[in-house]
């Protein structure tokens, strides 16, 4: 764990997909004990404009690597430090396994922890990648059962559309863009053509699993200079997230359960939690399952957060909510409304 030292306390908090849905929630009947405190923070805060929309983005510019529109941000070589320990100079795409499912004249994408990936199976398919890409220079390797890497000798010369913009939505408003697209569109095809009768998707669909019948490229790009460290601290499971800080040589370690035990255990200084559990549900659609994590959220992070600047023992928090915005409150800033009788 960080030392805690005595000293102001900073924190950015990236919660990824916590505005995304607010329709979906009233639908799914959202508490609203868990989310009045979250609305009470935000309602306290001042709000600028913050590079990046979705979680890899505002992870990059968190790190001072703002995004460019026209070309990928390099996630994938950056998540495969975290995953592998490697820091490989070479070209890396994200391949990651997906269930494509026809729909009427729409191919539907899902991918993400619901499609239970497991090691063994990762494994087996993409030994049959590589055995029949192997003349072609594409190494294909899984060192997260769900999240698999492909390692190219030059720059794709497409631009992909990040996995979680495309989950749950047609793939042909967002397959690989730019010069080289037909050959990463036929190469989509080809792939989703071998993993369709892989002894693997047998096995899963008799078990009432999804097949693993596609992969979805993205993030492609070598890895970048180093980050500037600017976080005493950096609390994330997140692969991209604990790449970065690697890359930067910050400490690192996982978020604790709540707030209040961030709170016993962190340090003097900057500080960056990022917590995907909003973020999930968000991204597939599931607004009864992001209800409940947004209630949790309010509970287990925010009220101990909001107790904490009231008595001034975090001195400023950074809510990220992946939306382009930044939203701040400072502990002054909350002891007025306090006084005022608005807390």
């Known amino acids: 764990m960080v030392a805690v030292t005595r000293g102001r306390r900073r924190l950015s908090l990236l919660v990824p997909g916590l505005l995304d849905g607010s329709w979906g929630a009233r639908e799914a009947g959202l508490a609203r004990h868990g989310a009045a405190c979250i609305n009470r923070v935000l309602a306290r805060a001042t709000s600028h404009p913050f590079p990046g929309g979705g979680l890899e983005a505002v992870l990059f510019a968190l790190f001072g690597i703002e995004p460019d529109p026209d070309i990928d941000l390099p996630v994938a070589a950056v998540s495969r430090v975290a995953d592998t320990g490697d820091v490989d100079p070479g070209w890396w795409l994200r391949a990651d396994p997906v269930h494509l499912r026809p729909d009427q004249d729409r191919v539907l994408l899902f991918a993400g922890p619901g499609l239970g990936v497991r090691a063994e199976e990762a494994r087996a398919l993409v030994q049959a990648l590589n055995e029949h890409f192997a003349d072609r220079n594409l190494r294909f390797e899984a060192p997260v059962a769900g999240r698999w890497y492909l390692r190219l000798s030059v720059p794709p010369g497409v631009c992909t559309a990040p996995l979680a913009a495309v989950a749950g939505r047609d793939i042909h408003r967002h397959l690989p863009a730019g010069e080289s697209a037909r050959r990463w569109r036929g190469l989509l095809n080809e792939v989703q053509m071998l993993l369709h009768g892989h002894p693997v998707n047998g096995d899963r669909e008799r078990?009432?699993?999804?097949?693993?019948?596609?992969?979805?490229?993205?993030?492609?790009?070598?890895?970048?200079?180093?980050?500037?460290?600017?976080?005493?601290?950096?609390?994330?499971?997140?692969?991209?997230?604990r790449g970065l800080a690697r890359l930067a040589g910050t400490a690192l370690e996982a978020p604790p359960p709540d707030g209040q035990r961030w709170l016993q255990g962190a340090g003097a200084g900057e500080h960056l939690v990022v917590l995907t559990q909003v973020y999930d549900p968000a991204v597939s659609g599931d607004w009864p399952?992001?209800?409940?994590?947004?209630?949790?959220?309010?509970?287990?992070?925010?009220?101990?957060?909001?107790?904490?600047?009231?008595?001034?023992?975090?001195?400023?928090?950074?809510?990220?909510?992946?939306?382009?915005?930044?939203?701040?409150?400072?502990?002054?800033?909350?002891?007025?409304?306090?006084?005022?009788?608005?807390?």
């Open 207 to 241: 078990a009432g699993a999804p097949a693993i019948n596609g992969v979805w490229f993205w993030g492609g790009g070598c890895i970048p200079k180093p980050p500037a460290p600017q976080w005493a601290c950096v609390w994330a499971e997140d692969s991209t997230a």
């Open 289 to 343: 399952a992001w209800g409940q994590a947004v209630s949790w959220m309010g509970q287990a992070w925010f009220a101990p957060l909001e107790r904490a600047l009231r008595r001034a023992r975090l001195s400023a928090l950074d809510v990220l909510p992946g939306d382009g915005r930044r939203y701040r409150v400072t502990a002054a800033r909350l002891l007025r409304f306090w006084r005022r009788g608005l807390g």
